[in-house]
């Protein structure tokens, strides 16, 4: 047998790399490579600048006016807002008349104990410059979460507009807040009730902000305005005076309420027995007396059985009727009120002058008023 055999296979070409298809396998492990370096070099860089910022801000707060353990609390936020508040402060006390008693440190415990209330600045813009420490005492909150902040966040919103006419922030398109400007700039005494938010419970706890209450506060203080103190150095022309003038309008700092926030007591936080010069009574909602105790007759005369039945505007001075009149309307729109001094009629003749303090009482499944 013979075998014809024929080879068909030939020599394959020795395969040689290119230098390009080595490169292209490095190049995206250098680039892995140099996007973590940058990486990192970006995440130092941040905590280096994260550090620096808070040792800024650790700086910042130590320079407030508050204890180490208030300052450790603090967030950066808080610490920007007191800082600012702060300034203003400071900017504020140049509106102070010079001729003012310089009083020491030690003294300021003193004057919060002899305060009925709390201090509180408010610049023209409604922005809480300034609150004394006691103000947690009244309604729960502290100084450090009010100051920076606006007096709409805490005030009833039913009682912005009275506010915004007693800071003499005028709306567009309203002539008559023109007038309140002018009112509100003048240096006579301002008296308004303000429903502010509690976090006080009538147990004393202490509840979220989101669940607080309103508690009306008597707010009595005048307009700092710093055009009207230069005016009594300066006597120069219109012109000096109508840019200054211009300047404090601009400037909400210029012109201030500086007050005294009083809370009106409950009836049933009043502490009995009460002094000889106090006396409790209680009024249908027509004014009408369905109770009085013996305190009335002692410096009124008035035996309490003898004034049941009988209307409260059978005793007022017929020349107190406004002060009685916006002491009531305040009364049934807020529910508490403070009616100015006026005069009551005695048993004996002539008047005497008194001061009321009167809250409205609700009852029933609706809560409607009682008495």
Avoid at 346 to 354: E, I, L, R
Wanted: charge should be positive; proline fraction near 4%; include cysteine.
């Amino acid at each position: 047998l013979s075998f014809y055999v024929k080879c068909t296979s030939q020599k394959h070409p020795k395969t040689t790399m290119c230098p390009m298809s080595t490169k292209q396998t490095k190049a995206p492990k250098e680039k892995r490579r140099n996007s973590e370096r940058r990486k990192e070099k970006s995440r130092d860089a941040a905590r280096c600048r994260r550090g620096r910022e808070t040792e800024i801000f650790t700086a910042l707060a130590q320079a407030l006016p508050l204890t180490s353990a208030c300052c450790n609390t603090l967030d950066k936020a808080s610490i920007m807002r007191l800082t600012i508040s702060y300034l203003k402060a400071r900017k504020v006390a140049e509106l102070v008349p010079s001729r003012s008693l310089a009083v020491t440190g030690a003294a300021d415990g003193e004057f919060l104990q002899a305060l009925q209330g709390f201090l509180l600045v408010v610049s023209s813009d409604g922005d809480l410059v300034f609150l004394s420490e006691n103000v947690s005492q009244h309604l729960g909150l502290s100084q450090m979460d009010m100051m920076g902040n606006s007096i709409f966040e805490f005030s009833h919103p039913c009682d912005h507009d009275e506010l915004r006419e007693v800071l003499g922030i005028a709306k567009s398109g309203n002539k008559a807040s023109s007038k309140s400007v002018v009112q509100a700039e003048s240096l006579q005494p301002q008296s308004f009730f303000l429903r502010m938010k509690c976090t006080l419970t009538t147990k004393g706890r202490n509840v979220n902000l989101k669940s607080a209450s309103y508690k009306v506060i008597h707010c009595t203080g005048h307009i700092l305005r710093k055009a009207s103190i230069k005016e009594e150095k300066d006597v120069g022309g219109r012109g000096s005076n109508s840019k200054k003038e211009n300047t404090a309008k601009e400037d909400p700092l210029q012109r201030c309420l500086v007050a005294i926030g009083e809370p009106i007591p409950h009836p049933a936080n009043i502490e009995i027995p009460l002094d000889k010069q106090t006396f409790l009574s209680k009024h249908s909602l027509d004014m009408k007396f369905t109770y009085a105790d013996d305190n009335i007759g002692e410096f009124l005369g008035y035996d309490p059985e003898d004034l049941i039945d009988r209307s409260f505007f059978e005793f007022h001075h017929a020349l107190d009727h406004e002060i009685i009149h916006k002491g009531f309307k305040n009364l049934f729109a807020k529910g508490q009120s403070e009616i100015g001094r006026y005069r009551f009629l005695a048993q004996g003749g002539g008047y005497v002058w008194v001061l009321t303090q009167a809250t409205l009482l609700h009852g029933g499944k609706a809560q409607q008023p009682i008495s």
